[in-house]
């Protein structure tokens, strides 16, 4: 899929420097459920990422699942800079590079799944860790967004300064070579 905007986008971004979109975070997560499988997900986080996963905890009970308010049930990473940009070219490698029109939100952000950790490339199968899934989850944003985080002075980014989902495909299309489709394609089996 192209854009019929992708020239303006381009041109817009060139002549307005802080205007060009940027990838601010990438935050990987795991959710198992709590247990024995929650300290393999860490495992396999800490060795994909470089980094420390942090647990997050189950705001309720729910008895069916097996799960108690305040018990950790998934690990997750937050990436930034370098290693944000670094680990979402091998995630991109997994999805075989194509994403669906389906995955963005209407603030320029997308999020995709993997079902085996081991389609990323260079990662091998550990039979003690066994094959665990993942979301991952992209935040896209413009030099000046800052300022609706901020502790002091916060304020709104305005509707001109905003990403639209059109903008943040055009910049992910050129920055990795994605390919963008409006429904998945259908798999051809010989079997």
């Known amino acids: 899929m192209s854009a019929p905007n992708e020239q303006l986008f381009i041109d817009d971004w060139n002549a307005f420097p802080m205007r060009q979109p940027y990838v601010s ?5 795991m959710c198992t459920g709590g247990g024995e499988q929650l300290g393999r997900a860490g495992t396999v986080l800490e060795q994909l990422t470089g980094q ?3 647990q997050s905890k189950a705001r309720q009970t729910i008895r069916d699942f097996g799960i108690r308010r305040k018990e950790p049930i998934a690990v997750r990473v937050t ?21 669906l029109i389906k995955n963005w939100d209407d603030d320029g952000n997308f999020a995709f799944g993997i079902k085996e950790h081991i389609d990323i490339p260079g990662v091998k199968y550990d039979p003690e860790l066994g094959i665990q899934g993942m979301n991952i989850t992209v935040c896209v944003e ?17 509707y001109r300064h905003r990403i639209t989902p059109e903008e943040s495909m055009v910049f992910i299309r050129k920055k990795f070579g994605i390919e963008i489709l409006e429904k998945e394609r259908e798999r051809t089996y010989l079997f």
């Open 25 to 29: 975070k990438v935050v990987v997560d």
């Open 52 to 54: 420390t996963p942090v």
């Open 79 to 99: 990436l930034r800079h370098g290693r944000a940009a670094e680990f979402l070219e091998k995630a991109l490698e997994a999805k075989e590079n194509v994403l």
């Open 142 to 158: 413009r030099p000046g967004f800052r300022v609706k985080r901020r502790r002091k002075q916060r304020s709104k980014v305005p």
